[in-house]
DNA sequence: AAGTCCTGCAACCGCACCTGT
DNA sequence: GACAGGTGCGGTTGCAGGACT
């Protein structure tokens, strides 16, 4: 008997999710935690596949996301890690916990490969550049905060000749990724208020949204709806409010084996060097946590440099 | 103003891997 | 050890909205 498939062709819904289908798998994670795709579909109306609901949560409505508007800073992280890891896309995002995989993925292919290519083409024709002159790749902070030249400099070097290599090649060895962590130190990792204050607008603006365009497409709602709201949103992620520790990388609220799978990466799990760069983004999260104040959000700028 | 092209993003698909039996 | 089920990842696609002609 062979393996079913993940889900029936027949009456699952594809496309866009609606504000309803939204509410309904909030609902029902909210009440059952994240996990055990499977049983969502079923346990609830939603007609989608088990895949499909994973996706929606981790992608869109699950707790501390943050989405669009891409710092600089970030910009550098990624670049400068999708020339070390290549388009391992998730444990990139480990290192920004408030962006998702195919978020990166897709800021990577729109906006990040272009200025890159540009970047190259320029510097083909104006190598070497000289060394006042602002980078296309913004990699540092606006601030050109001496705690983050280092990490800048160096960026532009290794990428350039990252860049040569195929995204599809061997990623760069563990120690060029501790090498890169070295020299930045960055705040990867967002502290415990970072996440889960401001940083909770993103995931309650989310929710907001979609309730508000719930309400404005239910024509009984009308003005109820400012009201339901707060009852509907008040604890989308009741598993990182109270929480004392940094939250976890990529994670959707759940047990280790998941974080452990994220920070490996797809492919990762007994690759040798993924699991020795696991142990870098362990350390590297505790010490973030301990060392970094917050800032804007996501990738905070260490209190010194403010 | 209308039509076409381009861009960005959400979501899907297929494969790889882990886990439990 | 083999197998089946469940989950995660990366690549790709399709659509909506903006830009351009």
Aim: aromatic share 6%.
């Amino acid at each position: 008997m062979g393996r079913p498939p993940c889900c029936d062709k027949v009456g699952i819904k594809k496309g866009p999710w609606t504000p309803e289908e939204d509410i309904v798998l909030v609902s029902y994670i909210q009440e059952h935690g994240p996990g055990n795709w499977r049983s969502v579909p079923i346990n609830t109306s939603l007609m989608r596949c088990s895949k499909s609901c994973r996706l929606r949560w981790t992608n869109y409505l699950r707790h501390g996301i943050r989405r669009g508007n891409f710092t600089p800073h970030e910009d550098g992280i990624i670049v400068h890690l999708q020339s070390l890891l290549g388009n391992r896309w998730a444990a990139i995002a480990s290192y920004l916990p408030q962006r998702t995989d195919n978020d990166i993925k897709n800021y990577w292919n729109t906006h990040l490969k272009k200025k890159l290519q540009k970047q190259q083409a320029i510097g083909a024709i104006f190598a070497p550049p000289p060394p006042s002159e602002p980078s296309i790749i913004p990699v540092a902070v606006p601030t050109a905060a001496a705690g983050y030249a280092d990490c800048h400099h160096d960026d532009m070097t290794l990428s350039k000749d990252s860049y040569a290599r195929p995204a599809s090649s061997t990623p760069a060895p563990a120690d060029e990724v501790t090498q890169f962590i070295g020299q930045c130190s960055p705040p990867f990792a967002a502290t415990n208020s970072d996440t889960f204050s401001s940083p909770d607008a993103s995931s309650m603006d989310n929710i907001s949204k979609l309730l508000n365009g719930f309400m404005k497409s239910s024509p009984t709602q009308d003005d109820a709806a400012t009201n339901i709201k707060p009852s509907l949103v008040i604890d989308i992620n009741p598993y990182d409010h109270k929480s004392g520790g940094a939250l976890p990388p990529i994670s959707d609220d759940v047990p280790p084996p998941q974080q452990q799978q994220a920070l490996t990466g797809h492919g990762g799990y007994h690759n040798p060097k993924l699991q020795q760069l696991s142990s870098i983004e362990k350390w590297l999260f505790d010490e973030a946590a301990e060392q970094m104040e917050i800032s804007d959000g996501c990738c905070s700028v260490p209190s010194m440099l403010l």
